[in-house]
């Protein structure tokens, strides 16, 4: 049985960081895409980032160059690193993935990952 669990999430100010964590069990972590995703409350759920299992990460715009998005293998775990942190980025975060593909294809729509986590609400004070 395939199980993420995503921690981490939590309130704080404008400026402030986070690390959210999200531990997988039940699948063989390096060999499947990860990605995370969030949820505003009233909005679609968006594409955050991903790394491939070749350990090619891909950000949307709106997080490249405050987010960071990494892995450790060993611990079947999946980090997102989130530096800057502006009101607009509150939503709930929810990691996901999918099997890694041989030619190292990568994908931003969500509806591509196979299995979810629960998630954890971020919120960004101003």
């Known amino acids: 049985q395939v199980q993420l669990v995503e921690s981490g999430g939590g309130l704080v100010q404008a400026g402030d960081s986070l690390r959210l964590s999200c531990e997988v069990s039940?699948?063989?972590?390096?060999?499947?895409?990860m990605g995370w995703f969030r949820q505003a409350p009233g909005k679609e759920r968006e594409f955050v980032a991903t790394?491939?299992?070749?350990?090619?990460?891909l950000y949307t715009d709106a997080v490249r160059g405050r987010f960071a998005i990494s892995r450790d293998i060993a611990k079947s775990t999946l980090y997102l690193q989130m530096n800057k942190l502006k009101p607009e980025d509150t939503a709930t975060y929810y990691c996901?993935?999918?099997?890694?593909?041989?030619?190292?294809?990568?994908?931003?729509?969500?509806?591509?990952?196979?299995?979810w986590g629960q998630g954890t609400e971020v919120t960004v004070s101003s």
């Open positions: 039940g699948r063989t972590f390096g060999r499947d895409d």
């Open positions: 996901a993935g999918r099997p890694g593909q041989l030619d190292g294809y990568t994908t931003r729509s969500h509806d591509e990952f196979d299995f």
């Open positions: 790394i491939t299992w070749l350990g090619r990460p």
